[in-house]
């Protein structure tokens, strides 16, 4: 069964910063490159960054602006999204969903992903 399990989310002051983590099982974790997802309330799933364990390829959503970054541990089927200098606007639920290698260049439209995480709430306090 494949599974991706987010955690790490919380409650943290803007300027702040989280570790997200991304545990992947029941697929073989080089075949897909995994992406980062954020939804607000009232507003449309949003594409952060993804990453591919395979090729080491990264990439990012404009919005990020280098405030996040995208890694990998393989050895651990882990992707880990690392935020730094956090804003209200920040607040969300971040999802991971698997992507299948050929569709990389799709990678910021959500529908084009197979699996999901439940998601894990991040909310950033002014």
């Known amino acids: 069964e494949v599974q991706l399990v987010e955690s790490g989310g919380g409650l943290v002051q803007a300027g702040g910063s989280l570790r997200l983590s991304c545990a992947a099982s029941?697929?073989?974790?080089?075949?897909?490159?995994i992406g980062w997802f954020r939804q607000a309330p009232g507003k449309e799933r949003e594409g952060i960054a993804l990453?591919?364990?395979?090729?080491?390829?990264?990439y990012y959503g404009n919005f990020v602006k280098g405030r996040f970054t995208i890694s990998t541990d393989s050895a651990k089927n882990t992707v880990y999204l690392q935020m730094n200098s956090l804003k209200p606007d920040d607040t969300a639920v971040y999802y991971c969903?698997?992507?299948?290698?050929?569709?990389?260049?799709?990678?910021?439209?959500?529908?084009?992903?197979?699996?999901w995480g439940r998601g894990t709430q991040v909310t950033v306090s002014s």
């Open positions: 969903a698997a992507l299948e290698l050929h569709l990389l260049s799709l990678w910021e439209t959500w529908e084009t992903y197979d699996h």
């Open positions: 029941g697929f073989t974790f080089d075949d897909y490159a």
């Open positions: 990453i591919s364990s395979s090729t080491g390829g990264t």
